[in-house]
């Protein structure tokens, strides 16, 4: 008789420890941020919500006049806001650290994570599409890109899989060579 030898089956789970999100303020990005903040309680991961102020073009319109902006103003006030934002939305049992860096978006999201050794990244897109997206570029796309470790993109007006969510409504199905052909955003 042979002796069937059992396989151990080995389990394997996910051990989120750092949580990195971020953020602008808008509602694509609080979107975005709920879910890292039910991904840092599920798990208990440490969370870093990160602002980015980019470089204001120091020349504007046709006269180009100079624009007077002071950068460390700005992040100054971006940090009140952040650590404002947090104390409100934030549970007590989630660590959560707010950061304010200046540059390119998606280079200083990306240095963030390298830096902090995060093992996820929350990021929100705004859906751009057409010549805003030519214009503006994705930040998203290229964090997605770049990025040491898994990303999860947020779009705004898709299905929410958050528990006690008020967008729990599927969205609407559209084939993909509608989306190609520009027909929905």
Known sequence: MR???SRS???RVIALKRILVTTDFSPESR???RYAVAFAKQFGAALDVVSIVEP???MSGPE???IAVDPSATAKSTKQMLVEWIAREVPSTVRATALVRQGRAFLEIVAVAQQRGADLIVISTHGYSGLMHVFMGSTAERVVRHAPCPV???RQ???DFLAGSKNKTATKKTSVKAKRRGLMN
């Open 64 to 66: 180009m006049s100079p």
């Open 3 to 5: 002796k069937i030898k």
């Open 31 to 33: 979107k975005a941020f």
């Open 9 to 11: 089956v080995r389990k």
């Open 56 to 58: 204001v073009p120091m």
């Open 152 to 154: 999860l993109v947020v």
């Open 157 to 159: 007006h898709e299905h």
